[in-house]
């Protein structure tokens, strides 16, 4: 059972439209972390989120970390072919040195 | 700056072979290592992790083991490998246990 779940599993969309991903769970998380992922690359860090009800933004894409820190949320505005790829949430709990990894969201923007 | 290395960058072995796979990160000193499996376009499992010198954590009881025989190498290694081992195997690095930096993985492939 995986302790972040990831939502849609799937996104296709046109460029130019908006997306949005969710990553929820029952527990509580220190922090959230957003990686994206190319096909056979390791993911790359993206932003992460500490503080409940956080919002940050990277130019075209806004994360925000729920106000209970037991979910986040991924939105990317006019997508763009280049920002297809797979999303992975990750969250730590306390002082944990581990990360637990959401399955994942897989993004094609088309052209 | 800080870089991680992996190899091999792709390996295909005959189940029952051994497997050794080393990721070696520059940059950095006293690092958290980690590494991971991950199933095609799917989430990471976390397979081993070390916050120093032969001290390995072992998340998932298999086929596999771990040894962190100098500061900055972490090894992944198997005696005999099932065909259940194939996967893109990331290898990551922390200072904090919360961001992680993940190498450029390696494909395994086991026939």
């Known amino acids: 059972t995986q302790l972040l779940e990831q939502s849609p599993q799937f996104l296709s969309i046109q460029e130019g439209e908006n997306l949005t991903v969710y990553c929820n769970s029952s527990s509580v998380f220190s922090s959230l972390q957003w990686y994206r992922q190319e096909p056979g690359e390791g993911p790359v860090l993206l932003v992460t989120v500490v503080t409940g009800g956080e919002v940050k933004k990277l130019k075209r894409l806004t994360f925000q970390f729920g106000d209970a820190r037991k979910d986040s949320s991924l939105h990317i505005t006019a997508a763009q072919p280049g920002d297809t790829g797979l999303y992975l949430c990750a969250g730590a709990r306390g002082n944990d040195y581990k990360l637990s990894f959401g399955a994942g969201t897989t993004v094609t923007v088309r052209a | 700056s800080q870089t991680i290395h992996q190899w091999p960058a792709t390996l295909v072995q005959p189940v029952g072979s051994p497997l050794s796979l080393e990721c070696t990160v520059e940059?950095?000193?006293?690092?958290?290592l980690y590494w991971y499996r991950q199933a095609a376009g799917r989430g990471l499992q976390l397979l081993f992790y070390?916050?120093?010198?032969?001290?390995i954590s072992s998340e998932v009881p298999q086929n596999l083991s771990a040894s962190r025989p100098q500061d900055r190498q972490f090894i992944l290694s198997s005696k005999k490998l099932l065909l259940s081992d194939s996967g893109f195997y990331l290898c990551a690095w922390s200072q904090t246990g919360i961001e992680q930096y993940f190498g450029p993985g390696t494909r395994l492939t086991v026939t």
């Open positions: 070390s916050v120093g010198i032969g001290q």
């Open positions: 940059g950095t000193s006293n690092p958290n």
